[in-house]
């Protein structure tokens, strides 16, 4: 018998369909292992949640530390998880709920809920498992035994031990499954999407929804608790917004009238300001018309701060603390770095450099004596290892596309001298160092940067694809700060930022004469290469509000009620808005922001389960006194 | 020099402004002492929060422990909050930021902020008060001294000390105020609303808000840290969720397609029960175009709560614990009185009775000997003391119109033996006892219990004011359960609660015999006869969703991917909507749920800021391929 059962377990760890990572990773929202020695511990009442534990190794230790597992238990009628039963549970009756996750030889069942696995066995003639399918919800009663020593996977956190079933009950049964639950075979996103309520079961989705819920709650222990900032829900059926991103409409009983969907809190929380609740915070929804960018969705939640009495320093040091005690994966100790706009066009030709690899502009102006004084050139070399050799033609017809782009000139390698002469050939290779070739852009300064900037990122690509580019495994944080007041827009001037940034008080003099030329207090927080955050110190004096509306070519009149809140007796103020998708997928090592959305959109903003958006019934169209047109 | 500061100081204090309750109530999220015993402290980091503390004579404790106010300077250029100052100062140079609340005679200045006031004195010929408009934004350098013993003002906090001020900048002017920032003549709420931005000073204002953020964060963690549930975010653009309240709709650049603002996260939540996230809750942003109803808004904020392998118990017990941990205000132990639907009605003659007084129904159904076989008909008696006197014109009318609504007789004390004869009159006063006086309500049973129910809140009102019945001051919570599962509609059966509601399984064998008598598994909770939640154990079987769907006519197409998330594996589970605008009212002592909101809309759903909803252009009419009709 001892040898049937020993063969039949064996067996049953061989086709086990759950892989080793499905097995330990259940509620282990970090990956790799961090020292943890400087990371900051965030206590949670009487557990420690450090998310230093949270490494693979130390897995025994965090479901103790991290987690009152049986407080998840509370309020239901199981007496246990199928996660948390370990030798000590040896001889207990229990009662676990969960999805039949496998059977095997009708004997035995591992059992699958939210925080891991288990596996029961059958003693009874009663317990017929053949008859349940996969993904069958139960409800079983039994006792914990050891299992022999032999039989035990260690690969299992409850590998120790098995249950044996005294009652099977099935709570729900399944007709059939879109897909089944197979890491190793885990179908395409379109079907995921449209079976999420199936695809949410997959260990990793049950991880990243938990890792945002952590990381959010921990911002707001940072801010409430610590700090004395208030959490303040504000509207998000308001009127438009000038000046921004295409805002969804919302038709109203009223004939005609329409309420737009908020982008952002951002007149609220200015006139919260005004109103003097002076330290602001909220987990904004927030709504953008924007299905045509790609990995966006139409509804997306920002952190939203704003704090009165502050200057551009208070709120990047802000964040940082926020970030450092609150984000889930290690990031370097505070102050995270800075770098003006200028200086990140010119070294890395993009305002949201990627630091976690040294690929990094040579300015080259110096060499083209005769355009020293040109203040509108520039030439730049971005220099990269000879040891790749010649481009292929895929990659310099890429480059081609990329130059046509931008009113610029591009030198590959190999034709730097044919193009330059021998002369500024070779000042250049002098420049860059020998055992480096070179690709140099020339013409007007910002496209020739951003250009160069592009290719720089194609070329990064294919240097990590050959590993002849060393890449960080951390996060690298940025900020970039003093971007530019205004751009240049099709009809006139248009806002870098938002209407609302303070110019630089070191460049007001400029405003009228050179505008273009006028920096503004707004910062961009970057993490390898993704725009995470963005914010800046706001105007709060009416009339520099006014004049720079006018400047915009924006109606005043459309936000008189936001400059009278300035009127009234509005302090000095700035804030910051994180964005939460890109910021969770970050920690969680996401590929898309849809990973760590529990029902995102598709692409063209449909929603996969539903079909929406959808027709509605002629009554909707009469109520709201609107038809369609073509 | 003396005697003329005493004078000044004198005046001061007697033309100040600001009232008793103004000065120390700016961050007190109660106003009542309640006696701390046994109620469950939440620990803040550091500093232990006790809502009990929060009382008037506690306060200069309270300071202390429940906020740590050094950290509302951190990231900011003040030193200190106009709040903090004490004795322990004096000596210091301090920087205060705020608003200019009261000056006097050019040597006065009153300071406030968020926190409190501190008393600012001008030592110095520079510094010309008179020119400052109240509510300007200063920043004022100086340091702290002690006032003069008989200077002390015992009524603020910071009565002790005042700064005499080195130097005061102005941050931002005032061009003109829409209303003076004075409790004892505060506009009316049209003008306050319109002007937010300042209405927000007042300090009722500033201790909603601050009630509101710190009661929610109360809940989250209760929930995250002390039950392991987790908080998914689902979306609010969606599709339509038949047989609900009306949903806005939301035009898209797909010709003729629309999305609906969801009404609750209902169908995501349960989704997300079939993907196995079995502890879910969400601070959810929820909509309905409902804005003929007084004292709605069209977007509203609920705690949404949903979890797996739970019964009614489960749930109730939950929401009971956490409501006594979060609440701010005095809660009774759990568990919370519970009473069926049924009870509900013929005692109260309401699903929502308010438990603070007395006031009761007496079942005479036993006198009408001839009718005690008739399950259809209803007798009852509302007793109220005679003292009261015989019932004004006035409230005979009101009592009128009210029973002309309902298909039932309503009998007045004085028509009572006219009306039904010596013989029953005699008994009914028999059981009602001969102090009383007594309205009779006979007909239907369930609309003679509606119908006095109604007269019985007319009544209470007029006996209150004429402190003639004894009201209660706490929160009285009241779980009303076992509610009917279908009620009769206009076009056959109609919802009670919502269409994925369980019903009792005791009566599951009359759903298509008798549909009406089938009691539900929904439970709503009333606090002072207002409903702040509800919600039911769910359906969790496709076939019987599917049945009930067909008994309310709706098309179970429209619900296709709900119902397949059923039919794949989704386990028994139940949940809750907890109303966080009408449970933060009640905390704060609010009128209207419009003082717990930041920037609520007024009646019929305009934003009184910006005057939203307005028209749109052409251009979004195009793009959204949308016009507009009579």
């Known amino acids: 018998m001892m040898s049937r059962n020993l063969m039949l377990y064996k067996q049953c760890i061989k086709i086990c369909p759950i892989s080793t990572c499905c097995i330990t990773d259940h509620r282990i929202p970090q990956k790799r292992a961090i020292s943890s020695v400087t990371r900051p511990i965030t206590k949670y009442k009487n557990i420690t949640y450090n998310p230093c534990l949270l490494s693979k190794k130390l897995h025994d230790t965090r479901l103790k530390d991290v987690f009152d597992e049986e407080n998840c238990n509370n309020y239901t009628y199981r007496t246990h998880t199928c996660g948390e039963l370990r030798p000590e549970h040896v001889g207990k009756k229990v009662t676990l709920c969960g999805w039949v996750q496998f059977s095997r030889l009708s004997k035995f069942l591992l059992l699958r809920d939210a925080y891991g696995l288990i596996q029961c066995v059958v003693n009874n003639d009663n317990i017929n498992l053949s008859n349940i399918p996969l993904e069958t919800v139960v409800k079983i009663q039994g006792s914990v035994t050891l299992r022999p020593k032999d039989m035990i996977n260690r690969k299992m956190l409850t590998g120790e031990v098995e249950v044996t079933i005294d009652s099977l009950e099935v709570l729900n049964s399944v007709e059939s499954l879109p897909f089944n639950l197979r890491d190793y075979q885990k179908p395409k996103e379109q079907l995921r999407l449209q079976h999420r309520y199936v695809d949410l079961r997959f260990p990793e989705m049950q991880k ?33 917004t000038p000046g921004g991103a295409r805002e969804f409409v919302v038709p109203t009983h009223h004939q005609g009238l329409f309420y737009s969907l908020v982008q952002s809190p951002q007149q609220f929380k200015q006139m919260l300001m005004s109103g003097g609740v002076d330290r602001y915070f909220q987990v904004a929804r927030c709504y953008r018309d924007e299905t045509t960018r790609p990995d966006r969705q139409p509804e997306f939640t920002q952190l939203d701060i704003e704090l009165s009495f502050t200057n551009v320093d208070g709120i990047l040091t802000m964040i940082e603390e926020l970030l450092y005690e609150s984000f889930v994966k290690s990031l370097p100790k505070p102050p995270f770095r800075r770098m003006t706009y200028k200086e990140a066009l010119s070294t890395y030709g993009t305002d949201k450099p990627d630091l976690t690899y040294d690929l990094k502009f040579v300015n080259i102006k110096s060499i083209f004596s005769d355009k020293l004084n040109d203040n509108d050139f520039g030439a730049y070399a971005l220099p990269y290892t000879k040891e790749i050799g010649k481009l292929s033609t895929k990659y310099k017809e890429q480059i081609r596309q990329c130059a046509k782009k931008y009113p610029c000139k591009i030198i590959l390698n190999e034709n730097l001298s044919k193009q330059l002469g021998e002369d500024l050939c070779k000042n250049i290779l002098n420049k860059i160092g020998d055992s480096n070739a070179v690709i140099v852009a020339l013409g007007d300064n910002e496209n020739s940067a951003l250009c160069l900037g592009e290719i720089r990122q194609m070329l990064a690509s294919l240097l990590k694809s050959n590993n002849m580019l060393e890449v960080k495994e951390n996060i690298e944080p940025l900020w970039v700060v003093e971007f530019p007041l205004f751009l240049k827009g099709e009809n006139g001037l248009e806002t870098c930022h938002h209407p609302f940034t303070a110019p630089h008080p070191d460049d007001m003099h400029l405003i009228d004469s050179e505008p273009l030329k006028v920096r503004s207090l707004a910062y961009d927080l970057v993490m390898n290469g993704n725009e995470v955050g963005g914010g800046s110190v706001r105007v709060h004096n009416s009339s520099l509000q006014e004049k720079l509306l006018n400047i915009l070519n924006i109606d005043p009149g459309t936000l008189a009620h936001f400059l009278n809140a300035l009127k009234c007796g509005c302090p000095p103020h700035g804030g910051i808005a994180l964005g939460l998708d890109r910021l969770v997928s970050l920690a969680c090592n996401a590929e898309s922001i849809r990973d760590v959305i529990a029902f995102p959109k598709s692409h063209d903003g449909r929603d996969p389960l539903s079909g929406a958006p959808n027709s509605i019934s002629e009554e909707d169209k009469k109520y709201y006194h609107i038809s369609t047109v073509k």
């Open 208 to 240: 990243n929804l938990r890792v945002r819920s952590h990381m959010i709650h921990n911002m707001r222990r940072f801010l409430i608790e610590k700090h004395g900032f208030v959490e303040v829900e504000t509207p998000t059926l308001f009127c438009r």
